[in-house]
């Protein structure tokens, strides 16, 4: 992941170059000086440079609400504003190539979580269910602890923690009972009771704790 997100920065460093040969300056007919570029590509742009700065900084960083207040004011013309979000894009891949972001800690986590989900993934396709449960479980049971630590909840078993975290509104009731559901999968794994769910059961549990990683780990 840590890869792929620093392989975006340089795609989106270059796409950035690209927009800026489309500026051009020109008169109007009553001899005012105007810039113009190619409004399309630079809108793209912004899309995309937004969303990586929510994976990489997060919407409370520095870096994505300057470029929200930026898009937001009024008095710059279309020319300026994309060159002064030229300049915090650059500060943000500058901050991520150099590892100072505070998100850091988590996407390397993430990386670890991809890697084990992966592992289960490959025990699943071989047909090891009772290991790709437990290795899956073990992924959720870690993410849990990791948003009670952010959140200053207790650190306790699944359950405990999973019931903590809705009540506090980090997740509402029904991706509770689908947690709770995952739980009973990773411990029937545990205690060797093959019988109690199926090779397509783990697929989803997998499938599952990846998406609630994307939404929450995040």
């Known amino acids: 992941m840590l890869q792929k997100l620093s392989d975006r920065f340089d795609q989106l460093l270059s796409e ?17 000086l105007y810039k113009s570029m190619d409004k399309e590509k630079a809108l793209t742009w ?15 960083s520095q870096h994505f609400q ?11 013309y279309e ?9 915090v894009f650059i ?16 996407l390397i986590q993430a990386d670890v979580f991809d890697s084990e989900l992966d592992q289960a993934n490959g025990l699943l ?25 952010k959140e200053s909840l207790p650190i306790g078993k699944l359950d405990k923690m ?7 509104g980090i997740y509402n009731k029904l991706q509770q009972k689908r947690i709770t559901a995952l739980a009973d999968i990773r411990n029937s794994a545990a205690h060797g009771k093959p019988e109690e769910f ?21």
């Open 16 to 32: 950035l170059t690209a927009i800026e040969l489309t500026i051009k300056e020109g008169r109007n007919g009553h001899g005012t």
């Open 66 to 76: 300057e470029i929200t207040k930026i898009e937001d004011a009024k008095e710059y």
């Open 91 to 106: 500060a943000a891949m500058d901050d991520y190539k150099g590892g100072y972001l505070t998100s850091i800690k988590n």
């Open 198 to 218: 199926t090779e397509s059961d783990v697929e989803t549990m997998i499938r599952d704790i990846e998406q609630f990683l994307a939404t929450h780990l995040a």
């Open 125 to 149: 396709s071989n047909g090891y269910k009772l290991a790709a449960a437990v290795i899956a479980g073990v992924v959720l049971e870690t993410s849990l602890r990791d948003l009670c630590n």
């Open 162 to 168: 999973n019931a903590d975290l809705a009540k506090a």
């Open 46 to 60: 912004k899309v995309k440079v937004k969303n990586l700065l929510i994976a990489t900084c997060g919407e409370k």
């Open 79 to 87: 020319v300026d504003r994309f060159k002064k979000m030229k300049a």
